[in-house]
């Protein structure tokens, strides 16, 4: 039987649940559903990624790419050939599977900085594809006129509608993700991070998991892709650049990348930063962004969840 804490769980269901209420009525954050929108997209990249980095020990600097694979799939085929939403997001999610599939399986094999550097000439690869593919995707100029989604009618053509949908994906994401964690397959997983070789030695097919674990944070950003593409109906190349995969870091390490509650807290933070807090620094985000990475590598390793453990340790000495 896994066991699941109901009660931070039933907490933040609620909070979610009455967030676009409290925020519509306090027009000072009126506006907070819209960016809780992004949160919530943001999010399922992160839960992935820290299943992937912070549970498997695998490095990616390359998931933008998945991000924009999942978005592009999406509205290729919806745009260019006019067909549903919902197939189209499956269809990308395959496509993301089977390129996570490609590109891990020797990629995989790389150890430390050098996994690094290899997801992210992944991820500038693809980039440069998304810029100069201008008979498919449109180029720097971008692909507009990307339809919205609905289900058996419903239309998901206001700001809520779309923040319950995005939320119930996350929090769909959120509970697989911590039956995985549980499961004898995060047992594995969190015996490959701590050592290769004894985990080799104990029986744990190595190459298996690291591919399981790659391949669905993969598919979890394909979907945040696709659910980004359709809520904007608009994407171009500059949202999956290099620069959107450091700030995904940035996100699980600021909110712990060993806890999936983590990649919760630091998605949600980074984007309240990034499309209401910072808006003033304009070119000197990426310094803000800096500073707090190297902040919280320096005082808090195991991010913004690790904090009431400091405190407990500051009261029991």
Not at 56 to 71: D, L, Y
């Amino acid at each position: 039987m896994l066991r699941i804490a109901k009660l931070p769980i039933a907490v933040f269901t609620v909070l979610i649940i009455i967030f676009p209420w409290v925020a519509r009525e306090i027009s000072a954050i009126s506006h907070y559903t819209d960016i809780m929108v992004f949160a919530g997209i943001y999010c399922l990249i992160t839960i992935g990624l820290s299943l992937l980095m912070g549970y498997a020990g695998q490095i990616s600097i390359g998931h933008a790419a998945f991000f924009g694979i999942g978005a592009y799939v999406s509205a290729i085929l919806t745009v260019r050939y006019g067909l549903n939403p919902w197939p189209c997001m499956l269809i990308g999610m395959i496509v993301t599977a089977v390129v996570a599939i490609l590109v891990g399986t020797p990629s995989l094999k790389l150890k430390g900085h050098y996994l690094a550097m290899a997801t992210l000439a992944f991820g500038v690869i693809i980039y440069i594809i998304f810029n100069e593919e201008v008979e498919w995707t449109g180029g720097p100029d971008g692909m507009p006129g990307i339809p919205g989604l609905s289900l058996f009618g419903f239309e998901f053509d206001s700001v809520v509608r779309y923040f319950y949908l995005v939320w119930g994906f996350v929090f769909a994401a959120f509970i697989f993700t911590i039956n995985v964690i549980q499961s004898g397959t995060g047992r594995a997983l969190r015996a490959i991070h701590a050592s290769e070789p004894a985990a080799s030695a104990m029986g744990v097919d190595i190459s298996r998991f690291k591919i399981m674990v790659f391949v669905y944070s993969a598919i979890l950003a394909s979907l945040a892709g696709s659910l980004y593409a359709h809520y904007l109906n608009f994407i171009n190349p500059s949202t999956f650049d290099l620069f959107f995969s450091i700030k995904l870091l940035i996100m699980i390490a600021l909110g712990g990348m060993h806890n999936i509650w983590g990649a919760i807290i630091g998605a949600g933070l980074i984007t309240f930063l990034s499309y209401e807090w910072l808006y003033y620094f304009e070119e000197l985000e990426v310094v803000v962004y800096g500073a707090i990475l190297l902040i919280v590598t320096i005082f808090l390793p195991h991010g913004l969840v690790g904090v009431p453990g400091i405190i407990r340790s500051w009261f029991r000495s």
